[in-house]
């Protein structure tokens, strides 16, 4: 199986909260907008996090242009409910009325669902009227991304019939289809990490209607050294002068994270199955400023067989 991500309409960057799954989204993001696809970015927790990744200080949710071709925009459920009522209700003056926001708090706490249901549909509506090329969603970490993708299908089979139900229909068109639609898996290399993205792997397969399309292990710590080399600096450490002490531990210890990584690469892999495509994302260590890690990143996808 081929690894086309950028070729999809919807890429959701699932993980746990700092393996740099919002990194991953403004990378995928600078990438595809430098090939040509008009592309908009979708922070659904809106801190801001994204944005600042591709150079924006301050978005919201009107799509903000970063780059040529690179929007980006933070999820609002409020401006999404006026954004709903405009279009689909023809409420165009609903969005004045005073009150609005306490109004979609008590319906919202009412009626589990809603507020999910807005973020899905407001991420949907821009393929359906294909406003973008692509459109890359940070969700919010591990099961909270379950939550928000599956409640097309809970709502769909609560509501059976009428406005919401159709519009849950269309939505779950877009969202079950691999062809446009694709979750893909981020997790460090570590074993904890690891674990905890297959236990997220196996819910987005069980729970959501998103097909599990690819995954990435961000950091890896390459082997940098063979056995023979590492026997032979070992060799002239001990002839040479304590500097060199130094250089054969930090070797050591490149070498001892270097395997760790290879090892849980290797159970990663093996339990995502075949039918997902892995690929590894370098550590990129603290000679990248923050202010350019996503274009080094982009870089590295750039080489990545796709």
Known sequence: MGFDLLRRRLLIIAGKGGVGKTTLAASLGLLAASRGQRTLLVEVDAKGDLAAQVGVANAGFEPVEARRNLFVMEMDTQAALEEYLRIWVKLPFMGRLPGLGRIFDFVATAAPGVRELLVVGKICYEIRED???????????????????????????????????????????????????????????????????????????????????????????????????????????????SALGAVLGAARLSQGIARQHARNRAVFADALGPDVPLRELPELFATVPPSRLADELAEALEVLTW
Do not use: K
Not at 140 to 165: D, F, K, N, Y
């Open 131 to 241: 406003h973008y090329d692509l459109v890359i969603v940070d969700p919010p970490a591990s099961g909270h991304v379950v939550s928000q993708l599956g409640v097309t299908t809970g709502v769909g089979e609560l509501i059976g019939r009428g406005l919401v139900q159709g519009q849950t229909s269309w939505m779950l068109e877009i969202l079950s289809d691999p062809a446009r639609s694709l979750a893909v898996l981020v997790a460090t290399p570590e074993e904890t990490p690891v674990e905890e993205a297959l236990e997220l792997a196996d819910r987005l397969r069980d729970e959501t209607p998103v097909h599990l399309g690819g995954a990435f292990l961000n950091r890896v710590v390459p082997v940098t050294l063979s056995e023979e080399e590492l026997e032979a600096l070992e060799r002239t450490a001990g002839r040479g002068p």
